[in-house]
């Protein structure tokens, strides 16, 4: 499979749509079944809070592949994205509530490539904060 988008049909600026993850206490234990990641700052908030978190927060590993989703779903192919980075800046805390917390990215295309690439930049925020800085994916599009 191949991106859907064609490389032709985008321009530096185009915005992909928007989109929100929700985090719950109970996605947090999912993902470290998943991941064999069962550091209690994930889901034991006495360890996180001894620890000087504010409260359980989010593995770095799932706030990021949330985030990839934006770009993925935009081209229709997961095996477009060649290249991903982060850096991590501030945690997703999760709440132990019903709501739980949410995962805000927005992203768009920065710059045009060789070989039918492009830069895509995201921007990812929980909680109204910045959560991961010079989140940045490189595509190769139709």
């Not at 490389?7 to 206490?25: A, H, I, N, S």
């Not at 470290?32 to 620890?51: L, M, Q, R, T, Y």
Request: proline share 5%; glycine share 6%.
């Amino acid at each position: 499979m191949t991106a859907k988008i064609a490389y032709d049909d985008v321009e530096v600026g185009t915005e992909l749509p928007t989109q929100t993850f929700p985090v719950t206490r109970a996605t947090l234990v999912q993902y470290a079944g998943a991941s064999g990641d069962f550091n209690p700052i994930h889901w034991n908030e006495k360890f996180a809070v001894e620890v000087g978190l504010p409260d359980v927060i989010a593995h770095g590993m799932f706030t990021m592949a949330e985030a990839i989703r934006v770009v993925t779903d935009w081209t229709g192919d997961p095996a477009a994205v060649v290249e991903y980075g982060v850096r991590f800046t501030k945690p997703v805390v999760v709440p132990n509530d019903d709501k739980g917390a949410t995962i805000e990215v927005s992203a768009k295309v920065a710059a045009k490539l060789d070989d039918h690439k492009v830069r895509v930049d995201l921007t990812v925020t929980s909680d109204e904060r910045k959560v991961l800085g010079m989140s940045r994916a490189v595509v190769r599009l139709a």
